[in-house]
């Protein structure tokens, strides 16, 4: 894409994703406000009613949830966007939106933890909360940007892939990348393909609303006033939607939300690679640390450093057997996180016996020369 057919502006990153919110089609957001999110309920509020759009801010987070649940059900592509004590509020409706199968988007952008923790400070430590945070077998997909320019790129993707897979897509930020300013292009409005849900085409009377028989596994679905009858709960249920306790039934179902998934990974994967044709050491990282990772991998590079680059942009589903390939002629693999260790635990299922890990608590950022120490502590060992 040419950089002259696009609109460029000077955005935050909390701005950016507004931007690609509504350019996907948003057109109903329900949030309560928190820092390090809170920009986006405020520009939400101005933006979408100009343009004959709904934002409401609800009394709190559950209801947030609760609302966006709702307007997807009646047609709406909806989104919410919190923080990482928010989202421990909306668990139980993402665990509902996940058993009934409804497409939503809802934004993380993450901040220091435990409970309030570092309101204003940037961390990664809610990335096995997004995964895990309700309860149950279930999968859903988590994506992260490391720019400004991504986050609205990336809210993009993860309103395409909601809809395309009919389930909640969670947008993982963080407070530096939200607040940073750089420039970003915004291309014409058609440039970008935007999907929406398939919606049904059988006869009304003997229609399935999550038929374990549908294409790609998503069955099409029916809009609250079109005609349909549809039976939502949270509860096992058949293909009707009607709930059931049959072992049978529960694991068709159960199987079917994960692998209509899982089946997509090759699809909806996006890692962002760099140097790893000789790569003795690589470096992993995801987020705002892979910007001085890069950084400090080039600079390792000018030393005669044989060392590679791997930024994670899907985090979940976890991408293990892409990464095992893009691996597998290091010997050895660093691991950064602004945690006490998350993403590391999936790396080392990649069976490499040398993955080292450098975490960065107290809400402060690596910088190169940290990271570049640290390669080559790691070389040497």
């Known amino acids: 894409m040419l950089e002259t057919e696009c609109k460029r502006l000077f955005l935050s990153g909390n701005e950016a994703l507004c931007e690609g919110a509504l350019y996907a089609g948003c057109d109903f957001y329900a949030g309560y406000p928190i820092t390090p999110a809170s920009e986006i309920i405020e520009i939400l509020s101005k933006r979408m009613p100009a343009l004959g759009r709904v934002s409401m801010q609800l009394e709190d987070e559950i209801s947030s949830l609760a609302a966006v649940i709702g307007a997807s059900l009646a047609g709406a592509k909806a989104m919410t966007a919190t923080s990482g004590p928010g989202v421990s509020l909306m668990l139980e409706n993402l665990g509902l939106a996940v058993m009934c199968e409804v497409p939503l988007v809802l934004v993380n952008i993450m901040r220091g933890g435990p409970s309030t923790g570092l309101p204003t400070k940037p961390a990664q430590g809610d990335v096995m909360q997004a995964r895990y945070g309700s309860h149950g077998d279930y999968e859903l997909v988590a994506l992260i940007p490391n720019s400004v320019q991504e986050s609205f790129d990336l809210i993009i993707d993860a309103f395409n892939i909601s809809e395309m897979l009919r389930t909640p897509v969670i947008l993982l930020s963080s407070a530096d990348v939200a607040h940073m300013r750089e420039t970003v292009f915004i291309p ?10 398939r919606v049904p085409s059988k006869e009304k009377t003997d229609f399935k609303p999550f038929d374990n028989n549908s294409h790609d596994l998503v069955p099409p679905m029916p809009i609250f006033g079109s005609g349909y009858n549809t039976h939502y709960t949270g ?8 709930p059931s306790d049959d072992p049978v039934v529960h694991t068709k179902l159960i199987e079917r939300l994960k692998n209509k998934i899982t ?14 044709e000789d790569a003795e050491l690589i470096v992993i990282s995801y987020g705002s640390p892979s910007r001085a990772a890069l950084q400090a991998i080039m600079d390792a590079r000018n030393e005669g450093l044989k060392v590679g680059y791997i930024r994670l942009i899907t985090l979940w589903p976890f991408p293990l057997d892409i990464l095992k390939k893009l691996c597998e002629s290091a010997n050895k693999l660093l691991v950064l996180e602004l945690n006490m260790g998350q993403i590391v635990n999936q790396v080392r299922l990649l069976g ?16 190169p020369i940290e990271i570049l120490s640290e390669i080559r502590r ?4």
């Open 188 to 197: 014409e409005e058609g440039t970008i393909p935007i999907i929406n849900r």
């Open 235 to 242: 509860l096992t249920h058949d293909e009707y939607g009607f």
């Open 352 to 367: 490499n016996e040398n993955v080292y890990f450098y975490p960065k608590l107290g809400g402060t950022l690596y910088t």
């Open 263 to 276: 089946n997509k990974i090759d699809e909806i994967t996006k890692i962002d690679t760099k140097y790893l």
């Open 378 to 381: 790691c070389l040497k060992k």
